[in-house]
């Protein structure tokens, strides 16, 4: 059976303290659209960093476009950026013997992992209380898989992984709507070439 991970994140959000500084949460984002309504969710309860982190994105000439409509989109949130020199080459290493992987298959995976365990990393390092990742906002991307790997990741490092669905309730929906608003650009691929070919 699956999870209901709105329900979890419904839960974790009535448990965190009502008085005192509010907890701190590493989210890790690829693009400025996903992250739209995301931020507009989350900062309502959390001190939030973002991490642009996309080693996937190709050419660096894409990575870099993400970028800065990822801070257009900061501008208008209380949150901060943390954003990840280009790695191509991170991405090439996971994806080597992968290249033939449909979309949503073992590729998807280890590349989930890679941006995972990155945040992580980097969420233990930084002291943060939380991390999580916008990827589950879109409804091409599996949820259940992506938060299997965060919780794992979470232990791995000891960072509280926040449980999500932000597809729910409208989440991708509202995404859409404010990248309108916002005039962002949205792109039509998650950024890795081998995708990009599928959807040629």
């Not at 448990?15 to 996903?34: E, F, N, Q, V």
């Not at 233990?124 to 991390?131: L, N, Q």
Request: hydrophobic share 35%; charged share 25%.
């Amino acid at each position: 059976m699956k999870h209901n991970y709105q329900l979890e994140t419904d839960q974790t959000l009535a448990a965190l303290p009502a008085d005192g500084p509010r907890p701190t949460l590493l989210l890790h984002s690829c693009c400025g659209p996903c992250s739209s309504y995301v931020l507009e969710y989350l900062t309502r309860h959390f001190d939030v960093t973002v991490l642009f982190y996309g080693p996937n994105i190709q050419p660096e000439a894409e990575y870099e476009k993400r970028l800065h409509y990822q801070k257009a989109v900061l501008d208008r949130f209380p949150a901060r950026l943390q954003a990840c020199a280009y790695d191509g080459a991170a991405f090439e290493q996971i994806a080597r013997g992968l290249e033939a992987e449909p979309e949503g298959g073992a590729r998807c995976t280890a590349c989930f992992l890679l941006r995972l365990e990155e945040t992580a990393r980097r969420a233990k390092e930084g002291g943060f209380d939380f991390f999580c990742t916008t990827l589950t906002v879109s409804p091409h991307k599996d949820a259940e898989r992506i938060n299997r790997i965060g919780q794992a990741m979470g232990e791995r490092y000891g960072v509280r992984w926040l449980p999500s669905d932000f597809k729910k309730r409208g989440g991708y929906l509202r995404s859409i709507q404010l990248a309108k608003e916002y005039e962002l650009y949205r792109q039509d691929w998650c950024g890795c070439r081998f995708s990009h070919r599928e959807g040629a």
